[in-house]
């Protein structure tokens, strides 16, 4: 492609070093929409005739049909796939193919690419987590009454329900399909047309390209276009946010479905063995989704720092921008699917997590919101009441609400016995029926908004 100005052809360890196409062939389809984008343009702008422009896109669509059935094939010397296309296009169809790269260079073409690839991808991390939304929001209307222990620094602190639980991880998906909505919004600009760096001498139409590629509008500086990588960032931010929300959920599925928690059971399709151990059910797929957030914010690491102290413009580190995209992409769909499909499919054993949640005085607040309420005893004195209620009942090995009237009395004797009502694991999430608290009340109205929002059956 620029033998004129050499005498001898790269050495194997520089096209060994330079070739990008054994991974940017990912971004064929984007190059060839590009492409022929461009070329209608052209003739549209009479820059290119039409009976040329009809060639080319002639071929680039024979191109399309022979990578769909066939692949890309790798030609290192080819160096990546723009060139790949190109040389191809050129054994097609012949001398017109030479007319395509008229009024563009490589850098505001793998800009275009690349972004076109990453807005698909924000797309497709949009549709996944609508989708673990809903899974989230069916199981949580399920659980809207069932009682589980709600934990601070792990230990249990005040029985929660579980639908509440599960729409925690609601909002997180709801956060996080806004961050890919935004970097979306922002990555919308088209950077075809800014040429190698500074704009070309052509007369092209810019926001005709950036609207048959369904971009919004051009990017404004041609310098900025061919240099900027924020939209790939904006990506693996949004995508590394999402990915530790998955992480978080992964290990509380582990945690509920171990022995000693025994709150869930894991769908075996979403399970492994032990090769060893014929009772053995391990949650891998909720293990990995945790150890992916570890390399989805690595990606994210690895871009940060290929782009930082870059000058202007383009510089060929900028090649090594797609790996981590691409990694993180499919990193985070199958993490996203995998999460969906525990949320669906597991088995919540809600006996069992009511039994927990009586265990460990979590009702203990509730004594002394009883004490405030009913006697007019100022919080911190019912805290302290409370405490000795609680270490009462420790000592005996029992719940709070089994010590007699005669024992709270003997602590304050303030004490009726219409604190008992306030005492039970069902009395205590009743009453937290503050805006966003965990009372079922609140926890359907929660459920029904999010089935309005996502569309579901009400
Ligand atoms: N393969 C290159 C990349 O991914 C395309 C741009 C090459 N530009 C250049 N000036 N050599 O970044």
């Given at each position: ?23 940017d062939?990912?971004l064929w389809r984007q190059d060839i929409a590009g492409s022929k984008a461009h070329v209608a343009m052209l ?17 680039l ?19 990546d796939i723009h060139?790949?296309v190109e ?13 395509l790269h008229?009024a563009r260079s490589r850098n505001d073409q793998v800009a275009t690419d690349f972004r076109l690839w990453v807005r698909d ?66 990555l919308n600009q088209c950077p075809l047309g800014s040429a190698a760096l500074?704009g070309t001498?052509?007369?092209i139409?810019r926001d005709a390209t950036a609207a048959a590629l369904g971009f919004d509008q051009p990017t404004?500086?041609s310098?900025d276009s061919v240099s900027d990588r924020d939209f790939a ?81 383009y510089?060929?580190?900028m090649?090594?921008d797609k ?136």
């Amino acid at each position: 492609m620029w033998g004129g100005r050499f005498a001898e052809g790269p050495s194997a360890i520089m096209r060994e070093i330079n070739a990008s196409i054994p991974f940017d062939k990912a971004l064929w389809r984007q190059d060839i929409a590009g492409s022929k984008a461009h070329v209608a343009m052209l003739a549209a702008q009479k820059i290119v005739s039409i009976d040329d422009a009809d060639i080319i896109i002639d071929g680039l669509d024979r191109i399309a049909a022979e990578y769909e059935r066939d692949g890309v094939p790798e030609d290192w010397s080819l160096e990546d796939i723009h060139m790949t296309v190109e040389s191809r296009l050129a054994e097609l169809v012949g001398a017109a193919a030479g007319r395509l790269h008229t009024a563009r260079s490589r850098n505001d073409q793998v800009a275009t690419d690349f972004r076109l690839w990453v807005r698909d991808a924000m797309d497709q991390a949009d549709a996944g987590l609508a989708e673990l939304q809903r899974a989230l929001v069916t199981r949580a209307g399920e659980h809207a009454e069932s009682i589980m222990p709600g934990y601070t620094h792990l230990q249990t602190a005040q029985p929660v329900t579980l639908g509440h639980h599960l729409m925690a991880y609601y909002e997180m998906a709801r956060r996080d399909r806004s961050r890919f909505a935004d970097a979306r919004a922002r990555l919308n600009q088209c950077p075809l047309g800014s040429a190698a760096l500074a704009g070309t001498g052509f007369p092209i139409d810019r926001d005709a390209t950036a609207a048959a590629l369904g971009f919004d509008q051009p990017t404004a500086n041609s310098l900025d276009s061919v240099s900027d990588r924020d939209f790939a960032l904006d990506y693996l931010m949004a995508a590394a946010q999402c990915s530790l929300h998955l992480s978080r959920l992964a290990e509380e599925m582990i945690l509920w479905a171990s022995q000693p928690f025994g709150f869930i059971r894991l769908p075996d399709a979403l399970s492994t063995g032990s090769s060893i151990m014929p009772q053995k059910k391990n949650p891998d797929a909720a293990e990995l989704v945790r150890g992916h957030s570890g390399r989805i914010i690595g990606c994210l690491t690895s871009l940060m720092i290929t782009m930082k102290g870059l000058p202007l413009a383009y510089s060929k580190d900028m090649q090594d921008d797609k790996p981590p995209v691409f990694e993180a992409a499919s990193l985070l769909a199958l993490s996203i699917a995998a999460m969906t499909g525990m949320v669906a499919d597991s088995t919540f054993h809600t006996a069992r997590m009511r039994q927990a949640a009586e265990l460990g005085y979590a009702t203990a607040t509730d004594l002394a919101d009883w004490l405030v309420r009913q006697a007019d005893i100022p919080f911190r004195e019912a805290h302290h009441i409370t405490g000795a209620a609680v270490r009462l009942a420790e000592s005996r090995g029992i719940a709070l609400d089994a010590l007699s009237l005669a024992d709270l009395q003997a602590i304050d004797s303030r004490i009726d016995e219409r604190v008992f009502a306030a005492l039970s694991v069902e009395a205590s999430v009743a009453a937290r029926a503050s805006h966003g608290g965990t009372a079922p009340v609140r926890v359907r109205e929660q459920v029904a908004a999010a089935r309005i929002a996502l569309g579901m059956e009400t």
